[in-house]
């Protein structure tokens, strides 16, 4: 009652283990990305507060240079003649916390080159004003101390792109214009951004007033001149701010080459910060660098894994509370159904007298129980009466098994000689009406050759007798094998009388015979006869099959191949002997033809043969004590290995060479 306990435990939890944890998670995730969204809208945010005090600085410094140009102690200096302009030009730039201050012609070489892009906006009734990069020789004819403050060291930062720089000797100043309604002469004056740590660090102040006294929250603010940290509060080590280290190659990819504002997570010199990066363009609308502020990631990250790991805990305390109690309101449905399982266990172990007993619970499950002991009586009932019948049955049954296995034997013996004669009626059929057309032929060929022996010239019948023979031979051996096709369904009855043969002559007599053939097909032949003893076996028979093996091969070979004809001693089981090998290089035969090979009217070449030639070769090997076998691999080629016993003559020369 395990299971049911586990499974009535989980039916209970299910929902409190596996919903709830579900919906907690779901809701985790989507207050996870609304925490991530709202730390990116704040940073948005900050963005554009830092845009605007650009902005501002901007509007203010180009306003203070208008009422300066407006004003009428500009007018009174300019009538004190190019000394005292000169003078109050320096007071007001020291006043007005200005790096650049200069009045003087657009057309001549007062203004610098890199500002005249504001200068010419500049009008008397609208100032202009823009940013605008200064190189490090502008900087130096303006002011030598200028030129050095603008420079700074390139720090070598992690994944920011490759350049080829080490110093950054180029400045970004803030100008503001106005022209003069009466000479059209220019009075410009400039900021240069490089350091200028009061401009980042009080625009930080304002972006993130609420925080400056966090320090584990307390934001950053940048100014990049292209890639390069030219004025931040960013802190590369305790107390030392880092200017000169360089953005990450992909921020500066999507925000200076693409013209697009970064929001999202980014490494900042060494840290993870919440990034916003806007590009900063000077006043033709060319990107020059990028603004940017931040604030550390870690704290936000860990308040939402403080809260998420709360929530946990929380839920686990939840289900550690849960099961005992449930557990605890469950006994009472429990311990009766485990009583129950107990006593079918036992039931089952075939104690048959087990019973649950007194059942005090009057609800379902007690009923069950009581139920469960007159169910368990009436089991124990039958039980006896059935063990009185399965005594008397399983004799029954072994009496009929017994007649059922001999029926069975007899019926498959019944069906084996059914299926050869049919076989053997079908071949004495044919192969008498085979023998009496072969016969008949023979007939005609035997007469005409005694007849040209008779008329024949002597000398000339001496000069072919050996062809003259040999005609002789084969018809005598035609009839011969008739003989033995008829003899076919009687073996019995084979009349040849056995002899002593040696298997090697015997191997090479059938290899005459079949040497035009393998001619004719283009077949290389080989012979290996190694020591054999003689065995006992009518010689043209085994003449016959071995043709019959070659001829087999050669069909399997059209256009060509290879055969070789082995003979050596042999033992089968124990039994001394000798075998021949007929081996050919041909296609082999599939693996699951190989079992019926050698039945009657099976062939491999329905159209060339007449599938009774190893049928016919096995019944007349097999005559002979002998065993006819064969191993065939498809694509190497077939092996047929024919094994008769050794003949029963101790005065045989090959038996004692084969010993």
Same mark, same amino acid.
């Given at each position: 009652?395990?299971?049911?306990?586990?499974?009535?435990?989980?039916?209970?939890?299910?929902?409190?283990?596996?919903?709830?944890?579900?919906?907690?998670?779901?809701?985790?995730?989507?207050?996870?990305?609304?925490?991530?969204?709202?730390?990116?809208?704040?940073?948005?945010?900050?963005?554009?507060?830092?845009?605007?005090?650009?902005?501002?600085?901007?509007?203010?410094?180009?306003?203070?240079?208008?009422?300066?140009?407006?004003?009428?102690?500009?007018?009174?200096?300019?009538?004190?003649?190019?000394?005292?302009?000169?003078?109050?030009?320096?007071?007001?730039?020291?006043?007005?916390?200005?790096? /650049?201050?200069?009045?003087?012609? +657009?057309?001549?070489?007062?203004?610098?080159?890199?500002?005249?892009?504001?200068?010419?906006?500049?009008?008397?009734?609208?100032?202009?004003?823009?940013?605008?990069?200064?190189?490090?020789?502008?900087?130096?004819?303006?002011?030598?101390?200028?030129?050095?403050?603008?420079?700074?060291?390139?720090?070598?930062?992690?994944?920011?792109?490759?350049?080829?720089?080490?110093?950054?000797?180029?400045?970004?100043?803030?100008?503001?214009?106005?022209?003069?309604?009466?000479?059209?002469?220019?009075?410009?004056?400039?900021?240069?951004?490089?350091?200028?740590?009061?401009?980042?660090?009080?625009?930080?102040?304002?972006?993130?007033?609420?925080?400056?006294?966090?320090?584990?929250?307390?934001?950053?603010?940048?100014?990049?001149?292209?890639?390069?940290?030219?004025?931040?509060?960013?802190?590369?080590?305790?107390?030392?701010?880092?200017?000169?280290?360089?953005?990450?190659?992909?921020?500066?990819?999507?925000?200076?080459?693409?013209?697009?504002?970064?929001?999202?997570?980014?490494?900042?010199?060494?840290?993870?910060?919440?990034?916003?990066?806007?590009?900063?363009?000077?006043?033709?609308?060319?990107?020059?660098?990028?603004?940017?502020?931040?604030?550390?990631?870690?704290?936000?990250?860990?308040?939402?894994?403080?809260?998420?790991?709360? /929530?946990?805990?929380?839920?686990?305390?939840?289900?550690?509370?849960?099961?005992?109690?449930?557990?605890?309101?469950?006994?009472?449905?429990?311990?009766?159904?485990?009583?129950?399982?107990?006593?079918?266990?036992?039931?089952?172990?075939?104690?048959?007298?087990?019973?649950?007993?007194?059942?005090?619970?009057?609800?379902?499950?007690?009923?069950?129980?009581?139920?469960?002991?007159?169910? /368990?009586?009436?089991?124990?009932?039958?039980?006896?009466?059935?063990?009185?019948?399965?005594?008397?049955?399983?004799?029954?049954?072994?009496?009929?098994?017994?007649?059922?296995?001999?029926?069975?034997?007899? +019926?498959?013996?019944?069906?084996?000689?059914?299926?050869?004669?049919?076989?053997?009626?079908?071949?004495?059929?044919?192969?008498?009406?085979?023998?009496?057309?072969?016969?008949?032929?023979?007939?005609?060929?035997?007469?005409?050759?005694?007849?040209?022996?008779?008329?024949?010239?002597?000398?000339?019948?001496?000069?072919?007798?050996?062809?003259?023979? +040999?005609?002789?031979?084969?018809?005598?051996?035609?009839?011969?094998?008739?003989?033995?096709?008829?003899?076919?369904?009687?073996?019995?009855?084979?009349?040849?009388?056995?002899?002593?043969?040696?298997?090697?002559?015997?191997?090479?007599?059938?290899?005459?015979?079949?040497?035009?053939?393998?001619?004719?097909?283009?077949?290389?032949?080989?012979?290996?006869?190694?020591?054999?003893?003689?065995?006992?076996?009518?010689?043209?028979?085994?003449?016959?099959? +071995?043709?019959?093996?070659?001829?087999?091969?050669?069909?399997?070979?059209?256009?060509?191949?290879?055969?070789?004809?082995?003979?050596?001693?042999?033992?089968?089981?124990?039994?001394?002997?000798?075998?021949?090998?007929?081996?050919?290089?041909?296609?082999?035969?599939?693996?699951?033809?190989?079992?019926?090979?050698?039945?009657?009217?099976?062939?491999?070449?329905?159209?060339?043969?007449?599938?009774?030639?190893?049928?016919?070769?096995?019944?007349?090997?097999?005559?002979?004590?002998?065993?006819?076998?064969?191993?065939?691999?498809?694509?190497?080629?077939?092996?047929?290995?024919?094994?008769?016993?050794?003949?029963?003559?101790?005065?045989?020369?090959?038996?004692?060479?084969?010993?």
């Amino acid at each position: 009652m395990r299971s049911v306990r586990l499974r009535l435990l989980i039916l209970a939890l299910l929902p409190l283990v596996v919903l709830l944890p579900l919906l907690l998670g779901v809701t985790m995730v989507r207050w996870i990305n609304k925490f991530d969204e709202l730390l990116l809208a704040k940073v948005a945010s900050d963005l554009r507060v830092a845009e605007q005090y650009f902005g501002r600085i901007e509007a203010t410094q180009a306003a203070d240079i208008a009422a300066l140009a407006q004003s009428g102690r500009f007018e009174r200096a300019q009538m004190g003649g190019d000394a005292g302009l000169l003078g109050f030009l320096e007071a007001e730039q020291a006043r007005m916390g200005l790096d /650049l201050l200069i009045y003087g012609a +657009l057309e001549g070489n007062d203004i610098p080159k890199s500002a005249h892009a504001v200068a010419e906006r500049a009008r008397p009734d609208a100032p202009g004003a823009g940013l605008a990069i200064f190189s490090g020789q502008e900087l130096g004819a303006i002011s030598p101390g200028l030129a050095q403050k603008a420079e700074l060291t390139l720090v070598a930062t992690e994944a920011a792109r490759k350049i080829d720089r080490t110093i950054e000797s180029r400045g970004m100043m803030l100008l503001a214009a106005h022209r003069s309604p009466n000479t059209g002469n220019i009075l410009i004056g400039g900021r240069l951004l490089n350091q200028n740590l009061d401009v980042i660090d009080t625009m930080n102040k304002l972006i993130y007033r609420e925080e400056e006294n966090s320090e584990t929250r307390q934001g950053t603010t940048t100014l990049f001149l292209d890639d390069v940290r030219i004025s931040t509060n960013v802190r590369l080590f305790e107390g030392s701010r880092a200017l000169g280290t360089r953005v990450s190659e992909v921020v500066w990819q999507q925000v200076m080459q693409e013209g697009k504002p970064w929001l999202d997570r980014a490494f900042v010199v060494n840290d993870w910060y919440i990034s916003g990066y806007v590009p900063v363009t000077d006043s033709d609308g060319a990107r020059i660098g990028m603004l940017y502020t931040g604030f550390l990631e870690s704290p936000f990250t860990s308040d939402r894994n403080t809260t998420i790991l709360s /929530l946990i805990l929380a839920f686990i305390a939840v289900i550690c509370i849960s099961i005992p109690l449930f557990l605890r309101l469950a006994r009472g449905i429990f311990s009766p159904l485990e009583q129950m399982t107990a006593t079918m266990a036992r039931a089952e172990q075939g104690e048959f007298a087990a019973r649950i007993g007194k059942v005090d619970a009057r609800d379902e499950i007690g009923t069950v129980a009581r139920h469960l002991d007159r169910l /368990l009586d009436q089991v124990q009932e039958r039980d006896e009466a059935l063990r009185g019948y399965a005594d008397n049955l399983n004799e029954l049954v072994d009496q009929r098994t017994e007649e059922l296995q001999n029926a069975k034997q007899k +019926l498959e013996a019944t069906f084996a000689q059914l299926v050869m004669s049919e076989k053997l009626a079908s071949i004495g059929e044919i192969t008498a009406g085979v023998a009496h057309e072969i016969n008949n032929p023979v007939a005609v060929i035997q007469g005409n050759l005694d007849v040209l022996r008779r008329t024949m010239d002597p000398g000339f019948q001496a000069e072919h007798k050996t062809e003259l023979d +040999l005609i002789d031979a084969q018809t005598h051996r035609i009839n011969v094998i008739v003989g033995k096709l008829l003899n076919f369904t009687r073996p019995e009855e084979i009349s040849d009388v056995s002899s002593h043969v040696d298997v090697a002559k015997c191997a090479d007599d059938a290899l005459v015979l079949v040497t035009p053939d393998l001619r004719k097909h283009s077949i290389e032949t080989e012979t290996a006869h190694a020591p054999a003893p003689s065995i006992m076996i009518v010689a043209s028979e085994l003449v016959q099959v +071995l043709v019959n093996l070659m001829i087999n091969a050669s069909q399997a070979m059209p256009d060509g191949g290879s055969l070789r004809i082995t003979t050596r001693a042999a033992k089968r089981d124990g039994v001394p002997g000798a075998e021949i090998i007929v081996a050919d290089s041909g296609p082999g035969i599939p693996k699951e033809k190989l079992d019926n090979v050698f039945d009657p009217f099976f062939t491999t070449k329905p159209a060339e043969g007449t599938g009774l030639g190893l049928s016919i070769s096995q019944t007349l090997i097999t005559h002979a004590g002998g065993l006819i076998t064969v191993k065939s691999e498809e694509g190497v080629g077939s092996k047929f290995f024919v094994w008769c016993p050794i003949a029963d003559n101790s005065s045989d020369p090959h038996l004692k060479t084969a010993k």
